[in-house]
């Protein structure tokens, strides 16, 4: 049977009660179930009402019922992403279910934590279509479990048939089908159901977008994504085409949850699974060499993206046109380095910085991003070159000690060549990152 040790922090004393529900946030439900067992609540080792008082320092343990586990099968293997006393996030691959049902009996993700766990009962936050695969996150007991159901944010990635918006959010109803007790769609009489996407990358068949979700109705990625004409790839049920994957390219990715033990926010994230990335291959190879495949005279200065390496992506900072004629100086661009660097590495995307560094020619520099999204990474080269711009003191890094070109500096010259690239870079749009954009709007 799984403890839940509480240690009570208050300054005056309260009941019990009061604790468990307005500090602590256990249910009344609960609570009324933890009440009628046999030492279900003690305080310092002893049963205690719910009336009584405890003080500061008191521990409470609770003792909630786990009633009779899924039948075990020890056969099968999920890959864990996380786990602690509260906790076990799994990998669920695609094709298996999370509850057992008449067609599935022991291959579920149930049964694989009945054989884990034998003690526990299988309570899932989330609960992930069969063909789903990614995060899925089982509390250890009904008080995490009640602590995760109000404190879990999912995010997903899914492949899309054709071009969807850069970004945008679906509001529209969704209602069971007709006599189907399995499809659902949208209808005006259904439940509301809000769905936020961003487009995180473009192929010839697909697009791959990132996914939050302000509701939790049955099928809404799937039923609202097929609702706008983008049904998922490989997801038959609402439209589908099966012809490169043979499940819905559907992936729980992400969760950001409050931790039932130490009251924190944790994130556990996962890699999308190869059957999804294989959609967008063809694509990506060429996103690793698109700044070959242009015809460079045709751009003057700007960013844009020139290489995709998973979730780590490479931009090209160019502040004069590659073949032009014209090259910033050495000593300008080496300063214009270390004081972006400087930047980057200190402001609030720091984290996500990767590298900062030359690109070989005097047209600019090479700023690699990882895990953040395009316009976060526009929005933190138009600040670092506001700050170069107004820059005034020792250029940071800038000894024999800490870079090999120390006494090749110009700060006077850096402070002007950043300027056409700042008045560039003004009205950009993280659209016009990518090449392709201004080879077509070229003019």
């Not at 695969?133 to 089982?138: K, N, T, V």
């Not at 850069?166 to 209602?175: F, H, K, L, V």
């Not at 969760?255 to 944790?266: A, E, G, V, Y």
């Not at 711009?389 to 890094?397: F, H, L, S």
Request: proline fraction near 5%; charged fraction near 25%.
């Amino acid at each position: 049977m799984k403890e839940i040790k509480l240690t009570v922090s208050c300054d005056k004393p309260l009941t019990l009660q009061k604790f468990l529900l307005e500090k602590q946030g256990v249910s009344r439900r609960l609570l009324t179930k933890l009440k009628r067992l046999d030492g279900g609540i003690t305080r310092n080792g002893k049963t205690i009402r719910s009336i009584d008082i405890v003080e500061n320092g008191d521990i409470i343990i609770l003792r909630p019922d786990n009633g009779i586990p899924l039948e075990a099968n020890y056969d099968l293997s999920v890959p864990i992403a996380f786990e602690n006393d509260a906790v076990v996030i799994f990998n669920k691959p695609g094709g298996m279910p999370v509850h057992p049902s008449i067609r599935h009996q022991g291959d579920t993700l149930g049964n694989c934590f009945a054989a884990l766990y034998p003690e526990l009962t299988f309570r899932p936050v989330n609960r992930l279509d069969k063909d789903t695969s990614g995060l899925c996150i089982i509390a250890k007991d009904a008080y995490s479990a009640y602590i995760l159901q109000n404190n879990c944010e999912k995010t997903y990635y899914a492949a899309a048939e054709g071009q969807i918006g850069s970004e945008g959010t679906i509001d529209a109803p969704i209602a069971r089908q007709h006599e189907s007790i399995i499809l659902r769609c949208v209808r005006e009489d259904g439940q509301r159901a809000v769905t936020h996407y961003r487009r995180i990358l473009s192929g010839k068949k697909y697009s791959l977008a990132e996914i939050t979700l302000e509701t939790g109705r049955t099928h809404q990625i799937r039923v609202h994504f097929s609702h706008i004409g983008h049904p998922l790839a490989g997801d038959e049920l609402y439209s589908g085409s099966r012809n490169d994957i043979n499940r819905q390219a559907l992936h729980c990715g992400k969760i950001t949850f409050t931790d039932p033990l130490s009251r924190k926010q944790m994130t556990v994230s996962l890699p999308i699974p190869e059957d999804i990335n294989k959609l967008f291959q063809e694509y990506k190879i060429m996103e690793k060499i698109a700044s070959f495949q242009v015809d460079h005279t045709k751009f003057g200065i700007g960013m844009y993206i020139s290489r995709i390496d998973e979730d780590i992506i490479t931009y090209d900072i160019r502040m004069v046109r590659p073949n032009g004629g014209v090259y910033i100086s050495n000593p300008s661009l080496h300063t214009i380095e270390h004081l972006f660097a400087t930047y980057a590495r200190n402001s609030a995307f720091g984290e996500h910085v990767v590298y900062v560094g030359p690109m070989g020619c005097r047209t600019g520099f090479y700023l690699l991003t990882r895990g953040i999204p395009h316009e976060n990474a526009l929005s933190l080269v138009k600040d670092a070159f506001r700050f170069i711009a107004d820059y005034a003191g020792e250029i940071p890094g800038c000894t024999a000690v800490e870079c090999g070109n120390y006494l090749e500096h110009d700060l006077d010259s850096a402070k002007k060549d950043v300027l056409p690239l700042l008045e560039k870079l003004k009205n950009y749009t993280p659209e016009m990152l990518d090449y392709s954009w201004h080879f077509t709007n070229h003019h």
